[in-house]
């Protein structure tokens, strides 16, 4: 920004006022972003700084973003079964990118409510999954002594406790 100190800047990027909360809404100083179009840009410009803090981005110009849970969720789940086991499954996440669920150890858990938590963007970020990506992958939920699996081609993966 043109005659700012990079500490002034540092400043503003502080105090944006921009809070993701835990069911995904956007805020700015506590009130809701409601227009689509706005909400898809913050979506579109999610990431971490450098430090790892979390931001929004718009082009070069970046703020800090309180985030109450984490900074993605799972919309879809797409799934294909051999049977009544996973084969495989593609997410597509609320900043409208598409991958590939990961299935290795670690990479899939839920929370003390049941809700599944999934490693994205290349194991980088967690992502909270939306009732209808939920309702996919519970289809291949399994409960043990031992705890919850999810049963895939390759043999149960445990389900890691967030």
Known sequence: MPGLTPEEIERLREASGLSLDRDGRFRHQGTAVEHPRVDRALRRGLGRARDGRPIVSFGPTWAYLAVADVLYRVRLARTDADGERLRSCH?????????????SPGAVALDADGVFYLKVKAGREWARCLPAAHAALGAFVVEYPAGAHLVTVNGDLPLEKR
């Open 91 to 103: 997410l597509v996440l609320d900043d409208d990118t598409e991958e590939p669920l990961d299935l």
